[in-house]
């Protein structure tokens, strides 16, 4: 094996370790939902040709895909990561889906999540922590949210199964913690 193609493992190493340690630190490393979890947990949460899906870590784009191509829906995804972000405008560009797909390059906490009707996310358990005083700030009373994995304290819990959990924001931040 040559020194150059050495250096070059090397390096993609380096890539693959800091970006696993930076995007833990703002919220998760990449670790994609099933594509049956996906259907999952779109179904769970009834999407339709309405609904503004917004996917917190869009990864690489599965949830948007998904939701766009088989339920008809908008979709928006925010990703940190930028090697992610460009996989995932390259995918949807490819797939004919930039009219109803936008990805969004940033900070997830950092943007505003108003316009959206459902949203996903596969986050880690002290990032949904720290989500949920935004969600009751910006978001809608009734607004879907499908969390992988992960519960949101405070939140009216819907619906879970396994690893899935369906919540709706509720009407007012004095409404009781079920979860
Ligand atoms: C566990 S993956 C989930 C990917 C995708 N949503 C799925 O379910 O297949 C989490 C994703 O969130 C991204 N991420 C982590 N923290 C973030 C933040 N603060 N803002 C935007 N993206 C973030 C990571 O780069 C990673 O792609």
């Known amino acids: 094996m040559s020194v150059e193609l050495l250096l070059l493992i090397f ?32 179904k769970l949460a009834a999407v339709g040709p309405n609904d503004i899906v917004y996917d917190l870590g869009c990864g690489d784009g599965r949830i948007l895909v998904i939701a766009a191509r088989y339920y008809g829906a908008k979709a928006v995804g925010i990703e940190i990561d930028p090697l992610r972000y460009i996989w995932c405008q390259l995918l949807i560009t490819a797939l004919g889906l930039r009219g109803r797909v936008k990805i969004i390059y940033g900070n997830f906490f950092q943007k505003d999540l108003s316009e959206a009707t459902l949203i996903t996310c596969y986050l880690l358990q002290e990032t949904n922590d720290k989500l ?3 969600f009751k700030r910006e978001l809608q ?24 959990r369906f919540y709706l924001v509720p009407p007012s931040q004095s409404s009781e913690s079920v979860n």
């Open 132 to 134: 949920v005083k935004k």
């Open 11 to 42: 390096f993609l190493f380096l890539v693959i370790v800091f970006s696993t340690v930076w995007t833990t630190n703002l919220g998760a490393p990449w670790v994609p939902t099933s594509m049956k979890d996906v259907h999952k947990m779109l």
């Open 141 to 164: 009373p009734g607004i879907k949210i499908v969390s992988n994995n992960f519960k949101f304290s405070g939140l009216k819990i819907v619906y879970w199964e396994d690893n899935t």
